[in-house]
């Protein structure tokens, strides 16, 4: 209502005991004041304050409606402060929807990290490969790697990941290092069902390869344990495979070429989030970057 805001203009005219005083402080033009206060007595039936040129002072009803303003404008601010606090360190159960391989190969340790950093919220986590529906399911956000399809829905882009090629020293050492992407073609590849010739990138340059397919899995942990194992040469985020690679298990095949970047979005049913779903989208969109 209106009159709020009237109120805590009339607390601050009268605590600052004129209307030049109190523009100062709160930036508001001293007529505003002025037709503001006017309109809140106009309102109530009876005279606030006394003016004169000089000062003001408060009338009998004044004296008892500053009291009672006064009292309400602190609680607002209170109330409007313990907000702000809960924004800072949120609290709260997160309900989130992850892929399966995803989440288990390379957001368990980022979702950790966030808890640390949010010791006041508490984690149901749903891995599932079916798209949930967040309209009539209690999940505060889904995780989607691709591009999604039009719906009601509001998609937040978390990140761009750019997948490389990597085997393991032990396939290399058997079957040869390719040089140039059309050498794949030569080459056993790990690959995903339904998902045509690898499309490869070197600045202005693409590459498109059909590759063999001993191999097709639809699970990204099988998919890395296969060029772990040796099985072949692996289009994979650099995330996924990071361990691995610093442990010398995988290495990177022609470092100069990449795959077409996969977006991950964060998917919601509305844009007014809760401090939590925010923070965890933050959060995300923070670290995935760096990945």
Known sequence: MEYLNDMALFVEVVKAKSFRAAGDATGV???TLSRRIGALEKSIGLRLL???TRKIELTEAGQLYYESCRRIVEEARIAHEQLGEMLAQPSGVLRASLPVDFATTYMAPLIAEFARRYPGITF???LTPRRVDLVTEPFDVAIRMGEQPSSTLIARQLARLTPYLYASPRYLKTAGEPTDPADLRQHECIGYPKSGPWVLHKEDATAEVEIGRRFTVNSVGMYRSFAVLG???????????ADDV???RLLRVLPDWHGSPIPVYAL???RLLP???LRFIEFLQERLVTQ
């Open 29 to 31: 033009p001293n007529s």
């Open 50 to 52: 006394h003016r004169t």
């Open 124 to 126: 149901e986590l749903d």
């Open 231 to 241: 099985q072949g040469i692996a289009l994979l985020a650099e995330g996924v495979v």
């Open 246 to 248: 610093a442990e010398s």
């Open 268 to 270: 919601t049913e509305t």
């Open 275 to 277: 401090a939590k779903t």
